[in-house]
């Protein structure tokens, strides 16, 4: 099993639309959880971190399932620059600081 | 404050040739990573520093690849010979708490 599997996608959704995506992890000492967004040719920036009892910023919102080893991230009224893949990120075994997903492809369509 | 910075920005070379990559990581930044990432996949973990230690290098192919990290800032990372496997975008990222990475644009490699 893979440390981080998220379902490649893509996920095509119009404007407005909300839009949830899931991740599984391996690890189940993994004690940080992060979501990254990475626009076509750019570089991946932090998204937001994952907080046990769940997070908000604004119209995405991030949750951690310890028990089934999941995290998840739900994008509310989705805009046309919200089109970008999105990376699961979890702290890997030993000493490992990150492992990520291949990542979650969103489009958004006008 | 500037970002993380990386040259050059694309590479292309022939097999069998030689390639460096540079990194400027953020300001007071002491961790830097080098990362590799595929077409299509999540950036992958070469190498890790701390200040000018390598404390995680377990991914590093290192017969070919090699990296350092002078005076616990800039960092190079150099692969000899290329392979036509080693096609890639080559990602810099540094941070200051432990998970909060900041990337650089990469290096887009083209070995053919």
């Known amino acids: 099993r893979k440390e981080v599997e998220q379902d490649p996608g893509p996920f095509n959704v119009p404007e407005g639309a909300t839009v949830a995506f899931n991740c599984t992890y391996s690890n189940s000492a993994s004690q940080s959880f992060f979501w990254y967004r990475q626009d076509c040719r750019k570089e991946p920036k932090l998204l937001m971190s994952?907080?046990?009892s769940g997070n908000e910023d604004g119209r995405f919102t991030a949750q951690l399932n310890r028990a089934s080893q999941y995290i998840s991230l739900l994008i509310r009224d989705s805009k046309l620059s919200d089109s970008a893949t999105y990376l699961c990120?979890?702290?890997?075994?030993?000493?490992?600081?990150?492992?990520f997903g291949k990542g979650t492809r969103l489009s958004v369509i006008a | 404050e500037a970002g993380v910075v990386q040259s050059p920005r694309y590479k292309i070379i022939e097999k069998k040739q030689p390639v460096a990559f540079w990194c400027n990581p953020i300001s007071g930044h002491n961790t830097l990573y080098w990362y590799r990432q595929n077409l299509g996949q999540g950036p992958e973990l070469l190498i890790r520093?701390?200040?000018?230690?390598?404390?995680?290098d377990s991914q590093l192919p290192k017969d070919r690849f090699s990296a350092e990290r002078l005076k616990g800032v800039d960092s190079t990372l150099k692969i000899q010979p290329a392979e036509l496997g080693d096609s890639a975008v080559y990602l810099c990222?540094?941070?200051?708490?432990?998970?909060?990475?900041?990337f650089g644009p990469g290096t887009r490699l083209t070995v053919t």
């Open positions: 990120v979890v702290n890997g075994r030993g000493n490992t600081p990150l492992v």
């Open positions: 994952v907080y046990s």
């Open positions: 990222a540094s941070s200051f708490l432990p998970y909060e990475q900041y």
């Open positions: 520093y701390e200040n000018e230690e390598a404390v995680d």
